[in-house]
């Protein structure tokens, strides 16, 4: 089986997809995807030169829009029904800093 | 630190935009039917769209398509017919579905441009322009007589959706830094937002703040925003990067953010400009980062430091149908184009023989341009006549007024398009000076009272009778031997003590003109 | 019989209406017994996951007013039918919890577009169906709150990932089932448990409400024990939605050609199908003897060729995550979902919240999905991905004008056992046949065609519609009908089985689950489903 994948990749492909992996999970994630990885090797293999890709499967669907008219929406307390953890009508979250802040 | 003009001397600065807008003139967001209104209770304008509930799919607003067309074309952009929504991945509390909906390479507005003018102060900081002759051209600016206009390019505009508003809590001032918790409101969310991205064309903060006047302007003009920059529906982040004059190499480029406003985006420009003129001069590196500025402070500080490019997982919206714009649909929207800003200086310069420094800042609001066009209505016959000054108090007294008192509009003043014709009526038939004119506005205002009877009910009526004020002006210099001497003899300067002295002795209302002639045919 | 004891879910649509009819029994009695029955025998199957009894009796009660006031025709037509959702489908007031413990206390605030739709019809909703975590999987075995079981062997799996949508339809503890396919997952369990499932054209229903896996890839659809009954599923949730841009405007009656035989109809068979390794002899045997039946009864069998079908795979495990990964990112802990006690920070959150609340399944998906689509390695699968995607629609395309409809295989062995198949790459092998109908986005569906010659278990027979020409495979499915007849109520479940395999549930009720929440009542009362 080629190895596509190191544990340290793992680790980053981990801390972008924010799943915090133990140092045995990185372990076995790491042999679970270099297996599948492998097995998508046929994709990797045709000749699609000057195939056009489909992106959204049925074609001939374009332009699909609403009108700009208002719907009921939800109330505050419903909005905020399954939060987690609620403050004066927001949702609560804990210390953002060392996110990356900023976009 | 040195001071933006000798930096300049030395150095090119290469000034790139990204500038958002968000469609607050639509009713619903982008992707649902929910209100769009700034300043509603937390969370009431929310659904499962908007909040990304698992299960919730989007459809897009109509009207916001046609606003980006209407932007489009209002910024000589091509329409793109075929084009996609676009995933962009990362995580952040303020995205509910922590992707952002937005567009791919192909956006639906690509390759315009915007014509700046650039004159007065504005083109000093330019300093290759001066040394050239009117009508000749360098890079992407052409001299003027007034100074010279700039030809920047627009990349593209693409249509994408606001994040909703978070409030951090625990720290100093709402910052983030040291905030032990935040708030999410996520009634913002999902606004739909256009983002326009510059070329880096501009070369000057100057440039920079007039590129940013001019859109907004035009997004006024076509409606498609309220463009309200303290409550964030028109921002703006800088890219800048310094290069030695000459060199052809772009330098390594910081992002700006937090230029909220107009002298804020001049002045957070020229600081970062300064400053990495600075680190460059003392043989130092610029580092690719993101800076915040902050205005109280006066200066830029570091968010975050970013060496190598986000990498967002971009890919194409399997939930949203593609968009194959058709030639009807985009010229039903071409049809909505109203006049803008641009055309209609032309107009102005044309119509009424304004110079093209007075019709450009005429409309540079449509409701003061708007005004003028009452106010020659008003004047009929004498519209030629009076246009200059009409332009003269818009562009002078009525802006200064209303930047003096935010909040104010032009149409709550009581200044009418007839009290302002008949006021420059007043100045321009000498019936009272021009001094007397400031007066007289500021009356009108306070009174809500027409200029005739201001003038009438404070005896203003301007006294041009050469024999009264001849005898006055015989007085003045007879009573100040000593000056009329010293005048002779070269003090030339005197001139506006004797005329001070003529206004004192006619209670201000003397025709300075007249007084002005007179002293120099005596004088002579 | 007393008509509290009958076993209204393991009857058909047309029995219900009739007996409705004839006023032999009401529609609060369907639901009182249908409820009863569950928790008798769902102990076994475990195909449930929360009953909604008070949904049941208030519809019932609507429907008892209709027939009462004589106007049963003006209650759609699945009035009455105990109905059930794979538990991805958003039904206000009640958990959504897609088999996940991210999700294990999510009570909905809105209903999804095809749940309302069922619901608007007539249907009777009972409860929400197991399924693998996140509809990741083929056999219910990821399912977080324990996997469903197989009602013709509680021993072995009942495939998936709508396996509690299959297990109930064939234990009788529903007559009508929703399920989602991504990549077969309403046919591979179909054929598990020997019920007719359906996966409409993509575009077919709406998939609003519907938590998504693979927004490209996934089409709603039913389980039922008859054709007709599928049919008139389909008739009930199919056509635009203009909550969801990808949703079309079919306006088919898909009862309408059930009857006509397929005497002149021409159907294609693969060879490449047929030879393909893993393929088990018992279920190659009924795939052949189906289109023996077919032939009899007067249809033209045609070889076809879909030579990229084999890239069909891996095509699948590059889309199919990569979507997920997205799809799944707003599972964050933050306005909703699994929240890991104690942080002080968001990223410490995050991490410890989506690693505590997503099964391993889950988190190979994400993980997969997010390295497929990073920098450099988009071009390298993605795209091609994407490419091949055309082929393979071409290919169908080709197909289909040579034939109506398209026989093959739907999983290529019958039901397997508990912990049998344990290597994800193997698991997915399960897919083979069925994968590349949904990367095309044509319909497909499994038709039972009785019990496999080695193991003596159901065997489904997949039938392939052009796009938009569902009605094909139901016209030759109503026709193996006639042959195989209706499926039945797995023995062990059967209203007359000697010996019931059941043993008492212990479900918890969607009116407990959110006490002090205001139930909606019917359908629309939402005001954001349908159109």
């Not at chain 1, 939800?74 to 210390?95: H, K, M, R």
């Not at chain 2, 970062?272 to 915040?292: D, K, P, Y």
């Not at chain 2, 002639?517 to 004088?523: C, S």
């Not at chain 3, 109506?404 to 994800?424: H, Q």
């Amino acid at each position: 089986m080629a190895q596509h994948l190191t544990e340290r990749d793992v680790r980053g492909i981990a801390e972008y997809a924010r799943i915090g992996l133990d140092e045995a999970e990185v372990a076995q994630m790491t042999a679970d995807l270099n297996a599948i990885i492998d097995s998508l090797k046929p994709i990797t293999e045709y000749d699609l030169a000057g195939v056009e890709p489909t992106f959204h499967p049925i074609g001939g669907l374009s332009n699909v829009m609403r009108e700009d008219a208002e719907e009921p929406g939800f109330a505050q307390e419903v909005a905020l029904a399954n939060a987690p953890a609620a403050q004066d009508g927001c949702f609560l979250v804990p210390s953002i800093l060392g996110e990356g802040g900023d976009r | 630190m040195r001071v933006l003009e000798e930096v300049l001397r030395d150095w090119e600065a290469v000034i790139g935009l990204e500038i958002h807008a968000e469609l607050t003139t639509l009713e619903t967001k982008m992707f649902c039917g929910c209100k769009l209104e700034f300043g509603a209770p937390p969370n009431t304008h929310t659904c499962p769209v908007c909040l990304g509930l698992p299960g919730a799919l989007p459809v897009p607003n109509k009207a916001a398509i046609e606003s980006i067309v209407l932007a489009g074309l209002a910024t000589n952009c091509d329409i793109e017919r075929r084009s996609m929504f676009y995933r962009k991945n990362y995580m952040y509390p303020d995205m509910a579905k922590n992707f952002q909906t937005t567009q791919g390479p192909v956006a639906f507005c690509m390759r315009g441009h915007l014509d700046l003018a650039v004159d007065g102060p504005a083109a000093r900081e330019r300093v290759d322009a001066a040394a050239l002759s009117e009508g000749e051209a360098l890079g992407n600016i052409v001299r003027t007589a007034e100074g010279y206009t700039a030809h920047v390019g627009i990349t593209r505009i693409h249509m994408e959706e606001d994040a909703g508003k978070m409030v951090h809590v625990g720290g100093g001032e709402g910052r983030i830094a040291g905030a032990t918790h935040s708030l999410v409101d996520y009634n913002r969310a999902g606004t739909p937002l256009i983002e326009l991205v510059t070329e880096p064309d501009l070369r000057t903060p100057e440039e920079a703040r007039l590129f940013m006047q001019k859109l907004r302007q035009i997004y006024l003009a076509i409606g498609i925003s309220d463009c309200s920059m303290e409550e964030g529906s028109l921002r703006c982040d800088g890219n800048v990067s310094l290069r030695r004059r000459g060199e052809a190499e772009f330098g390594v480029k910081t992002e700006l953010k937090n230029m909220n406003s107009f002298k804020n985006l001049h002045d957070g420009l020229a600081y970062e400009i300064c400053r990495q003129a600075e680190v460059l001069e003392e043989g130092g590196r610029v580092l690719q980062e993101t800076r915040h500025w902050d205005p109280s402070a006066k200066r830029t500080i570091v968010m975050r430091t970013k060496e190598t490019a986000d990498d967002y997982r971009l890919f194409p919206e399997p939930d949203l149908a593609p968009y194959n714009l058709s030639e009807e649909f985009v010229e039903r929207v071409r049809a909505k184009l109203p006049e803008l800003p641009d055309a209609r200086a032309a107009r102005f310069e044309r119509d009424f023989g304004l110079s093209p420094y007075d019709a450009r800042h005429l409309v540079e609001s449509a409701e003061v341009a708007a005004f003028f066009e009452a106010c020659m209505d008003e004047a009929a016959a004498e519209a030629g006549a009076l246009a200059k000054p009409v332009a003269n108090l818009l562009i002078n007294d009525v802006t200064a007024h209303l930047n003096a008192h935010a909040g104010e509009a032009l149409a709550d003043l009581p200044l009418t398009p007839a009290r302002a014709v008949e006021l420059v009526r007043l100045v321009s038939e000498d019936a009272i000076s021009s001094k007397q004119g400031k007066e007289v506005f500021a009356a009108v205002l306070a009174e809500d009272e027409d200029p005739a009877v201001i003038v009438e009910a404070r005896g203003m009526r301007q006294v041009s009778d050469a024999g009264a004020i001849e005898a006055v002006v015989d007085a003045v210099l007879a009573a100040n031997p000593d000056k009329v001497a010293q005048y002779q003899g070269g003090k030339t300067g005197l001139i506006g003590f004797f005329v001070g002295q003529c206004m004192k002795e006619m209670r201000g209302q003397g025709n300075p003109k007249v007084i002005n002639e007179l002293l120099a045919k005596r004088l002579g | 019989m007393a008509a509290a004891e009958r076993a209204f879910p393991a009857m058909g649509v047309r029995e219900i209406r009739a007996g409705l009819a004839a006023r032999e029994f009401s529609a609060r009695e369907i639901a009182e017994a249908s409820l009863a029955r569950i928790r008798a025998l769902d102990g076994a199957t475990h195909a449930y996951l929360e009953t909604t009894e008070r949904l049941a009796l208030d519809q019932a009660e609507r429907i008892d007013a209709a027939v009462a006031a004589g106007e049963l025709s003006a209650c759609g037509p699945l009035a009455g039918v105990p109905v059930a959702f794979k538990d991805n489908m958003n039904l206000a007031g009640t958990h959504t919890t897609c088999s996940s413990a991210m999700l294990a206390n999510y009570v909905s605030p809105y209903t999804a577009t095809c749940v309302a739709r069922t619901i608007e019809a007539g249907g009777i909703p009972l409860g929400k169906l197991n399924m693998d975590e996140f509809a990741f999987g083929s056999s219910t075995e990821t399912s977080a709150f324990g996997p469903s079981r197989n009602p013709w062997d509680l021993e072995r799996v009942p495939g998936g990932s709508s396996g509690g949508s299959a297990a109930a339809v064939a234990a009788g503890l529903a007559t009508v089932a929703l399920g989602s396919d991504t990549g077969g997952s309403i046919r591979q369990p179909g054929s598990f448990c020997g019920t007719v499932a359906v996966k409409p054209t993509y575009g077919v229903v709406s998939r609003y409400g519907v938590v998504a896996f693979g927004s490209s890839l996934d089409q709603v659809g039913p389980f039922a024990r008859s054709v007709e009954d599928a049919a008139l599923a389909c008739n009930a949730i199919a056509g635009r939605d203009a909550l969801d841009c990808t949703s079309q405007d079919v306006r088919t009656d898909f009862t309408a050609n059930l009857a006509e035989g397929v005497r002149g109809m021409r159907i294609g068979v693969v060879p490449a199908f047929m030879e393909a390794q893993g393929l088990t002899s018992e279920v190659k045997a009924k795939v052949e003897e189906a289109a023996n039946h077919l032939s009899a009864l007067g249809a033209k069998l045609v070889e076809v060729d879909l030579p990229n079908a084999q890239a069909a795979m891996s095509a699948y495990y590059v889309l199919g995550p990569c979507e997920a990964f997205s799809n799944l990112a707003r599972f964050d802990s933050v306005r909703y979902g699994y929240r890991d006690p104690g942080h002080k920070d968001l990223g410490g959150q995050y991490e410890a919240s989506r690693a505590a609340g997503f099964g391993p399944e889950a988190r190979r998906r994400i993980m997969l999905g997010s390295y497929l689509l990073s920098a450099g390695v988009y071009d390298t699968y993605y795209y091609p991905a994407q490419q091949v995607r055309t082929l393979i629609t071409q290919d169908y395309a080709r197909a289909y004008e040579q034939v109506d409809c398209i026989l093959a295989p739907v999983s290529p062995r019958t039901a397997f056992r508990f912990g049998e198949v344990s290597d994800p790459t193997d698991m997915y092998l399960s897919d083979m046949f069925t994968i590349s109908i949904n990367i095309a986005g044509n319909g497909g569906m499994s038709m039972p065609v009785g019990l496999g010659a080695d193991t003596n278990l159901p065997v489904g027979v997949q039938l392939i519609s052009p796009q938009f020409k569902d009605e094909n495979m139901l016209r030759a499915a109503a026709a193996l009908e006639t042959v195989y007849g209706p499926a039945p109520v797995a023995p062990g479940f059967a209203p007359d089985a000697v010996e019931p395999l059941g043993r008492p549930a212990s479900l918890p009720d969607a009116a407990d689950a959110v006490a002090g929440v205001d139930l909606p009542g019917l359908a629309g009362a939402d005001g954001k489903a349908g159109e």
